[in-house]
C-alpha cells in the first residue's frame, strides 16, 4: 500500500444531478458504506473536468469503485441513441476520461452497473442500448446468473465454473457480447446470456459487475472485501 495509513483508499465517482436549478454531486450512502465496512476509506471524486484533477485523486488512492447510474451517450462507443436510451446523464465524458486514466494505471477497479458498462465502452466494447426483455433486468428484481470461468469473481463470491447465484438487476442496457472490450473477458452471464460478470485479464482486478453488490449484504460484502484486499496489496 503506497499511502501510510491502516485502511487503504478507495476513490468513488459520482452523480451529477440537479437540485434547485443547480447541480450537485450524489453519492448514495450504500456504496461509501459498503467500502467503509470491507476495511478501507471512502474518498469521493467530484466530477471536475480537468486532467490534473483526476491524476491527483488517483495518485493517492488505492482502489476505484466506478458507480451505477443513468446511461452513457451511445456515441462514446459509436452507436446512434435508441429511442429508450436516456440521454439526460450529466457530465459523461469526465467519467470517460476518468475510465480511460484508469486502465493506463495499475489500480484495482471494481465497476458496478453502469460502472461495468463504462469498462467496456473505454475498452473500445459496445452496449446493448435496451434489452429486448428489459422488465426482466429492472425495478431490483432478482434473477440467476451463472458463472462461466474462474477469477476474481468466483473466488470472491466461493464458487466455480457451472455454479449459479441470485443477483439483483435494476439495469435496461447491457454489454453486448459480440462486442465485449479489449482485454475483458465475461466471467459470468445471467438467465437470458447477457453478461453479468466481465474481467480483466491478468493478476490485476479489473472487475465489471451488472448488478449492485452495494444492495447485497452476503455477496456485496465479499466484492468489496476482495476490493479491499487487492487494494492493500497495491
Known sequence: MKNDRARPLILLNTAVNTYMGRECEQLISNYAEMVYASGALPLLLPSLEKSDHINAALDMADAVVLIGGKDYPPEYYGEKPHPETKLDRLRPHFDIALGLEIMRRDLPVLGICAGCQLLNIVNGGKLIQHLPNASEHTQGVMHPARIIKEGFFSRAVGVRPGD????????????????????????????????EVVEYSGERMIMGVQFHPERMEDIGGKIFSMLCEEAMKY
Request: aromatic content about 10%.
Open 164 to 195: 449459479t447465484i441470485t443477483v439483483n438487476s435494476f439495469h435496461h442496457q447491457a454489454l453486448d457480447k459480440e462486442y465485449i472490450g479489449s482485454g475483458l473477458t465475461v466471467t459470468a452471464v445471467a438467465f437470458d446470456g447477457s453478461p
